[in-house]
C-alpha cells in the first residue's frame, strides 16, 4: 500500500474521532462534563465509534490494496476471503493458494509452507524462507509481488486465512489428529489402529503419540483385538487387590487374565496404572497369540546381536527374539531393543499393526 493511501486513512479516522466528540459534546447541551460522564458514557461511545470508523476504513483500504495487486500482477482473480480471520478446521492434504496481502494465523495441527517471494511472520517480524512448517499461534502476511501455497500435513489442523485465497480439497485421511502428520514415522499405525477402533484419541482430535500407555490401557487394547467378546467378559472371574470394581479396567483386567493374555505382578497384585515397558509389551503381545488365537510362533533372533541384548528380562527373552525375528519392533537399525523403555502409543500401535499384518494375516 502506498504511503499516502496510509496516511488518508489516518486522516479520515481523525476527522471522524473529531466529528463524534464535537457531535457527543453539543448533543449534550453541557461544556462543562464531568469525569466519571466522560469515562462511563462518552468515552465509551467514542470507543465504540472509532472501532466502527477504523474497521471500516481498514476493510476498505485493503479490498482496494488486494484489487490494485491483483491487477498489477496480472494474474487471474483469486477468491476473496473474508476481512476477519475465523479459525476453521482442514484435513490431511487440502492445500491453500495465497495472493498478495493475504494474512493467516496458524492454530493447531503441521502446515507447511512454500512460496516465490517474500512471506513475513508477523510474530517475530522476520521473513520464512519456502517450504518452512508454521508455527503454532503465529501470524503471516504474504508480501507483494508473491504467492503461495500451504498444504495441510496432519491428520487435522486449525487454520485462520483473510484475504484473497483458493482452496483445493484433498483426500482427507482415516483419523483426526492434528498431532499426527504424514512425515511422522508412526502415522500409518494410528490410522491402522484408529480405523480398526483399537484405539481412540485422547480427544476428538489429538492422539498423543508420545504418551506412555498403562497395564489397564493395554489390557483393553487386547480386549478390542480380540474383537470384543463380551460374553467371555461377563464370564470371566479373576481378583486383584489393586483392582476395585466400578473402575473402568475391572472387567478388562479379568477377561484379560482368565484368558492368559496378562498376569499379575504378584502378591495378588496387577498394578494397572503402572506403565508398560517395550519387553511387557511383547510378553502380552507373544501370549495373546499363542494362548488366545491359538497361533503357531515361529522365530527367534539372537538377542546377543542387540548392544542391550543383555538387558531383556529371562521371563520376556522368548518374547523379544520372536517379536525382533519377524520384524514386530521398530528403531532396530540403531542395534537396540530399549527394553525396559516404557512403551508409547505410537510404539504399541506400530507393534499392534506389525502384528496383524505379519502374523495373524499369514495364519
Known sequence: MKQHSRKGILAGILVSATLVVGI??????????????????????????MEQTVSQALKEAYEDAASKIQADSGQEP??????????????????F????????????????????????????????????????????????????TAVVDSGAAYLAVEGPYQTQKGEGTGHPFVDVSASDWYE????????????????????????????AMVVTVFYRLAGSPEQEMSQAQASFQDVKEGSWYYDFVRWGYVQG????????????????????????????????????LTGAADLQAYQDGAEVADWAKEAVAWAAANGLISGLEYGTLRPNDAATRAEVADILMRFEERIRAGQ
Do not use: C
Request: glycine residues 10%; hydrophobic residues 35%.
Open 24 to 49: 457527543v459534546a453539543y448533543s449534550t447541551g453541557d461544556s462543562l462534563i464531568s469525569l466519571e460522564y466522560w469515562k462511563n458514557t462518552i468515552q465509551g461511545s467514542i470507543q465504540t465509534e
Open 78 to 95: 483469486i477468491e476473496q476471503g473474508s476481512t476477519g480471520l475465523q479459525m476453521q478446521m482442514v484435513r490431511q492434504g487440502d492445500q
Open 97 to 148: 493458494m495465497l495472493g498478495q496481502g493475504s494474512s493467516f494465523l496458524m492454530g493447531a495441527g503441521v502446515v507447511s509452507l512454500s512460496h516465490t517471494g517474500s512471506v513475513i511472520d508477523v510474530t517475530t517480524g522476520e521473513e520464512i524462507p519456502s517450504v518452512s512448517v508454521l508455527e503454532q499461534g503465529h501470524r503471516y502476511l504474504v508480501a507483494e509481488n508473491t504467492s503461495g
Open 188 to 215: 500409518p499405525a494410528v490410522d491402522y489402529v484408529y480405523s480398526k477402533q483399537l484405539f481412540s484419541g485422547v480427544s476428538t482430535d489429538s492422539f498423543a503419540p508420545g504418551l506412555t500407555m498403562n497395564r
Open 261 to 296: 493374555v496378562t498376569a499379575g505382578m504378584g502378591d495378588n497384585l496387577f498394578a494397572p496404572e503402572q506403565a508398560v515397558t517395550r519387553q511387557q509389551i511383547l510378553v502380552m503381545l507373544h501370549s495373546f497369540a499363542r494362548n488366545y488365537l491359538k497361533l503357531t
